[in-house]
């Protein structure tokens, strides 16, 4: 028995593991040795174990092994510290058992932080009765890899006025990785990189140190007029890249009026002129001015006085073109009053109507004028004739007479075939008025027929009384 412990003791000297293959019977304790069998606390190994710097949690396992030199009472682990809940046993053949003479177990432990942790350090502890305490010592750092991320994708100028700089906009890029970026350059490309200006720059050229920002300044100075675009990127060896996007519009005249809303007109008919004023908002002059008609329903607009055709503007300067709408189809209408210097396009003035169907109900004639009648006596019949060339009845006409003097004129009514008549679309009736003056000099009066849905329509008549 003495050589067998000797040889046992010999093994573990040596630095070999026991096997410990399954559970060992927790009634083991130092009781049952013999007498002459080894005698010592057990060891721990390692007795430092380093999980070094991941970016990636959990990390691999490290196994820790318990080499009893003398049978040891029952054993309990845990892991303690600060830190211990960044630490995690993923498995454990140590914990409640009791190791006879010259046996291990083992423990393996991974490091498991759930957030960015830089250093951070627990301790692996093995206690038991007869005064075993053990513990080895737990390291590891959890990193958040560099990256450059900008807070913006996109950065919009709108309009500005050619020759004149907008104001600054910025870009914030951050680096939300715990571990410094290498040295960030910064680049401007895309269709009109010219167009935009970097006016302040902390981040070119220089690394972004752990959870900080760094800051892109950028203006947009239009040298011509149109939607310009461009492009500001970033890129790191260690970081990636980020890109943002720079959008614009160059102006040099604006037009005030615009839209030109003409309303309603009736097809056939050419609306009152609508004025709009050109200016000119450019550090430069803009011309010659060539204007014309364009858009979708160009040719149902036309220009009036136009003082622009031809004109250089100065910085400042305006002009002036009349426009006026003539609709000859039924419905919405738009167009664009277009000016360029050359073959480019300066700016686009939308003009907009609506074209309405003429009339469908109509009186003929609109007017007469009865021959001078003397006082007391009654002129002869004028026949008016009310047309409907609609698809939809008047609905019942009423008649009546209204102005200055109503009294003055008479319905015949026994050849009246339009008063409390609906007629039908197409069709027509008829309406005899006479004049009947009762004094001497200048009569007026309008005659009016009114049916739903018609609408009402109106004759105006004048005579003179003898």
Not at 405 to 430: E, H, K, L, R
Request: proline share 6%.
């Amino acid at each position: 028995m003495r050589a067998l412990v000797t040889s046992l003791a010999l093994f573990a000297a040596c630095g070999f593991e026991s096997s410990n293959n399954g559970p060992v019977d927790a009634t083991i304790d130092s009781a049952d040795a013999p007498a002459d069998a080894p005698s010592g606390a057990p060891k721990l190994l390692p007795e430092v174990a380093d999980f070094g710097a991941i970016l990636v949690s959990p990390s691999a396992a490290a196994t820790f092994t318990v080499i009893s030199t003398a049978a040891t009472q029952q054993l309990a682990t845990s892991i303690i510290g600060t830190n211990a809940a960044d630490f995690e046993r993923v498995t454990d053949d140590c914990n409640g058992i009791a190791l006879p003479v010259l046996a291990s177990c083992t423990i393996t432990v991974r490091f498991a932080p759930a957030a960015a942790t830089g250093a951070t350090e627990a301790s692996l502890r093995v206690s038991g009765g007869g005064g075993v305490d053990l513990s080895s010592m737990l390291r590891g750092r959890f990193d958040i890899a560099a990256s450059i991320l900008s807070d913006l994708t996109t950065v919009p100028f709108g309009i500005v006025h050619v020759g004149v700089t907008s104001a600054t906009q910025t870009i914030t890029v951050r680096n939300p990785g715990t571990l410094a970026t290498s040295a960030i350059t910064i680049t401007k490309a895309g269709a009109d990189p010219t167009e935009f200006t970097i006016v302040g720059d902390t981040c070119n050229t220089l690394p972004l140190a752990p959870v900080s920002t760094c800051t892109i300044g950028v203006a947009y100075a239009p040298n011509g007029v149109g939607a310009k675009s461009a492009t500001i990127a970033g890129t790191a060896t260690t970081g990636g890249s980020f890109s943002v996007t720079l959008t614009g519009t160059g102006e040099a005249l604006t037009i005030a009026t615009v839209p030109a809303d003409f309303g309603s007109v009736t097809t056939g008919m050419t609306s009152p002129p609508v004025t709009l004023t050109v200016t000119n908002v450019a550090a430069n002059s803009v011309g010659p001015l060539v204007t014309s008609l364009a858009g979708n329903h160009p040719t149902e607009f036309a220009f009036g006085a136009n003082a622009c055709n031809g004109m250089t503007l100065m910085p400042l300067q305006t002009c002036t073109i009349d426009v006026q709408f003539k609709p000859t189809v039924v419905g919405a209408r738009n167009g664009l009053v277009r000016i360029m210097v050359g073959s480019t396009i300066i700016v686009d003035g939308i003009v907009q109507g609506i074209g309405l169907a003429p009339d469908p109900i109509t009186i003929s004639p609109t007017s007469f004028a009865f021959t001078a009648t003397t006082a007391g006596m009654t002129s002869t019949a004028q026949t008016f004739t009310l047309f409907n060339t609609g698809t939809v009845s008047t609905g019942v006409l009423a008649s009546s007479f209204t102005g200055l003097d109503p009294t003055q004129f008479a319905i015949v009514t026994a050849t009246d075939t339009c008063t409390g008549v609906d007629v039908p679309g197409p069709g027509m009736c008829t309406i005899d008025v006479v004049f009947k003056p009762t004094a001497t000099g200048a009569k007026a009066a309008s005659l009016s027929l009114t049916s739903t849905p018609g609408g009402t329509h109106t004759v105006t008549l004048t005579g003179t009384g003898l």
